[in-house]
């Protein structure tokens, strides 16, 4: 899809499609359109009781003029400015409804809130929208294919925001692709080769550790849970360094177990479908990367991913283990399911030893955070309110929902204490995602800010809304990324 501004009016233009946003009760914004076109509109409008309400859309054909259809996506009410998502999923929903009806130039107007954020936001949603991961199909299926767009014209646009939403969309639906690719083809090498191919495309720095280097090391967390699969563990480092003086630096750090069996803990059937997503967190990374080479900001940039297969082979480690992890800490395994947090300990260390002064990492670690938040929010964890705090206001402009969740109950933390090591794996059932952060802690270098991001659920959708569809969704991407930039401009 080409997306490019323009400074044609709407009784300018022609071509296929000319999408309005409407918030609800604004019925009024028709009245750009050429007074005929007004008319049906108003009238298919009313007759089929489009009000403007958040994620609808409507459909209108033109039997005459030089605009095939005219689609209103609807932005909502309430009260103060519209959240950006509204822009995000109302530009989704026309894309997506620009490929049934087969129109393949479509403009897009958003009048007087065309401020650069909402700009970037259309940019952003129409790329998401169009992401499909259909490379396994070798037939096309019996519906007719939708029409991908060709040309979006962005009314009144500035083309450093299209640029920016553009480049923050193609992120995420790299993520997407690389988190939708199944375990047999993306094992902890395959996914190390990715990260090298992006890193040398994009011009990063990138040194990828393997088991053997691991071992000279002593990173047993991460050798452990990849030693019951045939598949050994690799350990992605990946760096962006400006020109110049840098500014600083922060890391990002990602969970990448590219298949997530539970080890001897073996996971009902269930439970296992979709655990080829449970590298969603090192995904994420990669695709973080991606975009900060793409954006060039003036401090550091690293990003850690720990790869390994969780599988029951002979080789498996077992419950009741002791391995002594990278920083010297020593874990009892009491559940090898619980395999995340080990993979973690050794990366969030590995990670610290560089450095930085603010780590995220981001992890589908715990079932217990889906039940606790659902499948649309990630739980957001920390040592530092004011980071916390920031990364909270970049989500609030993403439309990705974190929620904090407390780690300074002690009491809960007992329950990670072992008999015979300094730290247990697992915690149980109860406070499950709480004391699965409370592990990682132990491993974050003295000093560091850090963000834990437990994804889980909300790394994959299994609806179509908005702008995702089935699948992965490269949740946490953005609001990484907006982090950044809202970092960047201090
Ligand atoms: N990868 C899973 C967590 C998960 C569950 C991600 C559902 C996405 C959707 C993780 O490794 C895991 O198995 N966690 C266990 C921990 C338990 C054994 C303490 C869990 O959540 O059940
Ligand atoms: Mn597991
Ligand atoms: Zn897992």
Redesign the pocket.
Known sequence: MRIATTGLGPSEWGGDAMVLFVPEGGMDLLDQLVPEAAALVKMKASRLKFTGKEDSILAVELERGPVGSVYLAGLGGGDGPLPLDRWRRGMALAVRQAGKDRRVKMMALSGEAATPEVVAALAEGALLAEYAFEKYKTQVEPVEKPEPLEELLVHGADAASLEKGSLRAAAQNYARDLANEPGNVISPAALAGKALAMAEEWGLDCEVLDETRMREMGMNGILSVGSGSHNPPRLVHLAYRPEGVSKGRVAFVGKG?TF?S?GL?I?PGD?MR??K??KTGACNVLAVMRAVAGTRPDFEVHGFAGAAE?MPGGGAYRPDDVIRMFNGKTVEVD?T????RVVLGDVLAYASGSKPSVIIDMA?????C?VALGPYTAGAFGNDRELVASFREASAKTGERFWELPMDDDRLKKKIRSEIADVLN????YG?AIT?AMFLREFVGEGIKWLHLDI??V?TSDEEYGYYRKGATGFGVRTCLEWLEMRMSR
């Open positions: 177990i997530d539970g803990n996971k439970y979709s655990m997503g449970d969780n559940n399911d619980a395999e995340g589908t670690l715990t079932g217990a889906v697992s915690g149980g059932r499950g699965a889980a659920g790394d």
